[in-house]
């Protein structure tokens, strides 16, 4: 099913179809869900056991780009929704608008470049994404301004239980949820697949607030630095030996209780786990914790290499040992 995630185009404030899919795939199994105001999807996992139970969350937007503007031979300009490193994306496909018309992010070609240029990354504003018209007005009949742009790959199995797509940040989280919300069993628990996480964990403050848990866990997808690169100490999570939990991150310094509840959970279970180290990102843990009151709240994540590109690797083991991690704590939370 992580193909099948990972395949649609969602970029954040574009969630349509990906809401849809997962929506769909709910009902077939007659589970509750519902779609606040924001365009939040959420799911009630045998409803009506306990008065506020655990929350589970991931975000169903990925990174992408936004057309802002059409030039005059009709190449298209954009901007990056989320953080995306303008090296990544010279020469890559993409599909653009709700009917996915297929395009190709262009730059000055190095035969034309200075050589001072050659030895500079390229600007975002200096790059375009290239649809096959003529003219403004050729495009115009096809582009508007605010279409998204999605990247154009499709997920592969690699070796060794490896795989490669777009939007693991966090069709990942996603899946770990689906395949807990699907299964037979008599957990009880909420489920909300946020929208627009990724330009500042918008849908996640709404849904907490509305929710009002007393536990709330983040399923993420993580930065692996384990490449040559990189020192073995530097390196914040490592590919192959299971789900990171976090220790904090620039939205929250992550409840101590339940940083020791999982890693229990792991231990008895036999689960490998590891902690994530690496504190420079955000993610929706600190929208949540700060809801109301305030929530006892706690981030787990898939290790992921090149995230935020349109070629990120994850390994299926380390998915496979979120499920089971998410389903302990869930067990020990009943």
Not at 23 to 51: H, P, Q, V, W, Y
Not at 93 to 105: A, Q, S, T
Request: hydrophobic share 40%; proline share 4%; aromatic share 6%.
């Amino acid at each position: 099913m992580l193909s099948k995630l990972a395949d649609i185009r969602g970029v954040s404030g574009d969630e349509t179809k990906i809401r849809r899919f997962i929506s769909e795939k709910l009902a077939d199994r007659g589970i509750e869900n519902s779609i606040d105001t924001m365009g939040n999807l959420i799911a009630r996992k045998n409803r009506g056991r306990f008065e506020t139970p655990p929350l589970l969350s991931a975000h169903m937007d990925e990174v992408g780009l936004m057309i802002t503007g059409i030039r005059q031979g009709g190449l298209l300009n954009f901007i990056p929704v989320g953080g995306i490193d303008s090296r990544v994306l010279v020469a890559k496909r993409v599909k653009i608008g709700r009917d996915g018309l297929p395009g190709v992010i262009g730059a000055k070609p190095i035969h034309l470049q200075k050589k001072e240029e050659q030895q500079k990354p390229y600007k975002e504003e200096s790059l375009y994404i290239d649809a096959g018209f003529n003219s403004r007005g050729e495009a115009e009949k096809y582009i508007c301004i605010g279409d998204y742009a999605a990247f154009d790959v499709n997920c592969t199995k690699m070796d060794k239980g490896f795989y490669r797509g777009k939007a693991f940040d966090d069709r990942a989280g996603c899946l770990v949820l689906l395949k807990l919300l699907l299964e037979n069993n008599s957990l009880c628990f909420n489920a909300v697949f946020t929208v627009q996480e990724e330009v500042g964990t918008r849908g996640a403050m709404i849904a907490a607030y509305a929710l009002r848990p007393q536990k709330a866990l983040v399923v993420e997808a993580t930065a692996s630095a384990d490449t040559p690169e990189t020192e073995k100490e530097m390196s914040s999570t490592v590919l192959g030996k299971g789900p990171a939990i976090s220790l904090m991150d620039r939205t929250i310094l992550v409840d101590r209780e339940m940083r020791d509840e999982l890693a229990g959970c792991a231990v008895r279970a036999g689960i490998p786990f590891q902690f994530r180290r690496f504190t420079g990102a955000g993610t929706e843990g600190g929208a949540i914790a700060y809801s109301r009151e305030g929530v006892k709240t706690a981030v787990i994540a898939v290790p992921c290499r090149y995230i935020h590109s349109p070629h990120c690797v994850l390994k299926e083991s380390d998915l496979q040992a979120t499920v089971s991690l998410t389903r302990a704590w869930l067990e020990d939370n009943q």
